[in-house]
């Protein structure tokens, strides 16, 4: 009987190793494979067409479509706007992560779901919502207006916009980390002296750096690309309010396809060397982290 023991055991013990090597997804080559043919077909095969269709123009074609007067006031309008909008949800997404992360209060469920809500809501619904409020007719307008203040179909309200639909990005990337920091550390820091802001400054704020940025990356991608919620509150002046996605689509009504994709192209290469700077301090970021 006690012989026994060891053989009956075996099977059992090699079924569950077994049972324990199986994955629920296939192996690494498969998976690789169907990674790269998945990001082939909805990436880069978009992003070579551009690429492409882009070298059918002249190099002076090239730079007399992306020079244009008309192009490069859109430009500065469109990277400035985004700029902008991405530094005030840095800011204030911050600021509404921390309330719903550290504070229990009345309607919190609410306000935590009307973060989303840029999300789910069509961005020319977004648009005109935006307009109804600011215009000088509005809610909101009819009362800035006599003031000199007016924000609807300049400058200022493309900002607005882009400012409404970034700021999920920024609140939910840094969210989950302040939810994740310890607080044995803030006590740690507050018992051996150190004020709000030096605990703030010095123990919370650069364990959610990296978070800061991404969601800062995240909020500046999406506003250099938007253009339903932009378009009917900016006015769509030329050399005024008018973003570069607008030139984009009027260039495609023109049947311009070579000079659209060359400023589209202009403005991919733009994104990524500013998202591959951004990248590059998340990591430096967490090297420093690290080494401390």
Same mark, same amino acid.
Do not use: C
């Given at each position: $009987?006690?012989?026994?023991?060891?053989?009956?055991?075996?099977?059992?013990?090699?079924?569950?190793?077994?049972?324990?090597?199986? /994955?629920?997804?296939?192996?690494?080559?498969?998976?690789?494979?169907?990674?790269?043919?998945?990001?082939?077909?909805?990436?880069?095969?978009?992003?070579?067409?551009?690429?492409?269709?882009?070298?059918?123009?002249?190099?002076?074609?090239?730079?007399?479509?992306?020079?244009?007067?008309?192009? $490069?006031?859109?430009?500065?309008?469109?990277?400035?706007?985004?700029?902008?909008?991405?530094?005030?949800?840095?800011? @204030?997404?911050?600021?509404?992560?921390?309330?719903?992360?550290?504070?229990?209060?009345?309607?919190?469920?609410? +306000?935590?779901?009307?973060?989303?809500?840029?999300?789910?809501?069509?961005?020319?619904?977004?648009?005109?919502?935006?307009?109804?409020?600011?215009?000088?007719?509005?809610?909101?307008?009819?009362?800035?207006?006599?003031?000199?203040?007016?924000?609807?179909?300049?400058?200022?309200?493309? +900002?607005?916009?882009?400012?409404?639909?970034?700021?999920?990005?920024?609140?939910?990337?840094?969210?989950?980390?302040?939810?994740?920091?310890?607080?044995?550390?803030?006590?740690?820091?507050?018992?051996?002296?150190?004020?709000?802001?030096?605990?703030?400054?010095?123990?919370?704020?650069?364990?959610?750096?990296?978070?800061?940025?991404?969601?800062?990356? $995240?909020?500046?991608?999406?506003?250099?690309?938007?253009?339903?919620?932009?378009?009917?509150?900016?006015?769509?002046?030329?050399?005024?309010?008018?973003?570069?996605?607008?030139?984009?689509?009027?260039?495609?009504?023109?049947?311009? @396809?070579?000079?659209?994709?060359?400023?589209?192209?202009?403005?991919?290469?733009?994104? @990524?060397?500013?998202?591959?700077?951004?990248?590059?301090?998340?990591?430096?970021? /967490?090297? /420093?982290?690290?080494?401390?």
């Amino acid at each position: $009987m006690t012989s026994a023991l060891p053989s009956a055991a075996a099977p059992a013990a090699r079924a569950g190793n077994t049972g324990a090597s199986r /994955r629920v997804l296939p192996g690494f080559h498969i998976t690789l494979g169907f990674s790269i043919l998945y990001l082939s077909l909805i990436v880069l095969i978009p992003l070579s067409a551009l690429v492409f269709k882009t070298f059918t123009l002249s190099w002076e074609q090239f730079w007399v479509a992306v020079t244009a007067p008309r192009v $490069m006031a859109s430009y500065r309008l469109t990277f400035g706007a985004s700029l902008i909008a991405a530094l005030v949800n840095l800011v @204030f997404g911050l600021l509404v992560a921390w309330v719903l992360v550290r504070y229990k209060f009345p309607g919190k469920r609410i +306000v935590d779901a009307l973060v989303d809500l840029p999300f789910a809501l069509p961005t020319a619904v977004a648009g005109i919502s935006l307009t109804a409020l600011l215009a000088g007719n509005g809610w909101i307008g009819q009362f800035l207006e006599p003031l000199g203040i007016k924000l609807a179909f300049t400058p200022a309200g493309v +900002v607005i916009a882009l400012i409404f639909i970034g700021l999920p990005f920024v609140v939910r990337t840094v969210q989950p980390v302040l939810e994740d920091t310890e607080k044995e550390l803030e006590e740690a820091a507050t018992s051996l002296g150190a004020t709000r802001l030096q605990t703030f400054t010095k123990v919370i704020l650069p364990s959610i750096t990296p978070a800061l940025l991404t969601g800062f990356a $995240m909020a500046f991608a999406r506003a250099i690309g938007e253009y339903g919620s932009v378009i009917f509150i900016a006015g769509n002046m030329p050399m005024i309010s008018e973003i570069t996605p607008l030139i984009i689509i009027g260039k495609l009504e023109q049947y311009d @396809f070579a000079g659209a994709t060359a400023v589209a192209l202009v403005m991919l290469v733009i994104s @990524f060397l500013l998202l591959l700077v951004i990248n590059g301090l998340q990591a430096w970021q /967490r090297r /420093r982290g690290a080494s401390v």
